[in-house]
């Protein structure tokens, strides 16, 4: 299969991560859509990351939407979210607070990326990385609880701790100006420990 999307992207990232974890093969096909969208328009009518094309040639968009699909591809035992009751709930928490960090996040670069200087408004970049830093402060939290642990507690990783080091990897890269290494310290010490993971070190943040 291939997955269409970058590794700056935290929505391809998690989905590259995750079909590692899940020993899933595919091939990324590296596309920075705002240069190339030609690449994604023809599977994805959203002409959005990530895209997974399958080996039969079935489309899949949305990060949540593939992951909950290659999930069952992989089989109960080895999903990264629990099928049901109160193990999947708290899961599909921690990773909703994850994915809305990336999109806070992301908001607020875009602010300045796609405004020219004269119409960039600080109060909206202020405003998201407010609640970017509110979801990061929670999954810290979460770090500190575990301790040594998986932040749902889980025998092993979970699609919450795959997305939770998206998201803090992601605002440190995109957002440095928050210095969210030294604010999130447990969170930071977390991040290190997954990124060093083969499976995350095979889709790498851009440097």
């Not at 091939?27 to 328009?41: D, G, I, L, T």
């Not at 909703?96 to 970049?125: R, S």
């Not at 301790?147 to 990783?157: A, E, H, S, V």
């Amino acid at each position: 299969m291939k997955l269409i999307g970058n590794y700056l992207s935290p929505f391809a990232r998690r989905v590259a991560i995750s079909l590692n974890e899940l020993g899933i093969a595919h091939e990324m096909e590296n596309v920075m859509v705002s240069k190339n969208p030609e690449a994604v328009s023809g599977h994805n009518p959203l002409i959005r990351i990530p895209t997974l094309i399958l080996d039969d040639g079935e489309v899949l968009v949305e990060s949540f939407a593939i992951l909950d699909a290659i999930d069952e591809m992989a089989g109960a035992e080895k999903a990264l979210v629990p099928a049901s009751g109160a193990d999947r709930r708290r899961i599909l928490k921690i990773t909703a607070i994850a994915l809305g960090t990336m999109d806070k996040t992301q908001w607020a670069a875009y602010e300045v990326t796609f405004h020219p200087a004269e119409k960039v408004h600080q109060p909206w970049i202020d405003k998201n990385e407010n609640q970017a830093c509110g979801g990061l402060a929670y999954l810290n939290e979460l770090v500190e609880k575990a301790g040594d642990g998986w932040l749902g507690r889980t025998d092993n990783i979970s699609q919450a701790d795959i997305s939770a080091v998206v998201a803090f990897s992601f605002a440190r890269k995109i957002r440095p100006n928050l210095g969210v290494e030294k604010r999130f310290p447990a969170l930071a010490a977390f991040a290190e420990r997954c990124e060093a993971r083969e499976t995350f070190r095979k889709a790498p943040v851009p440097g």
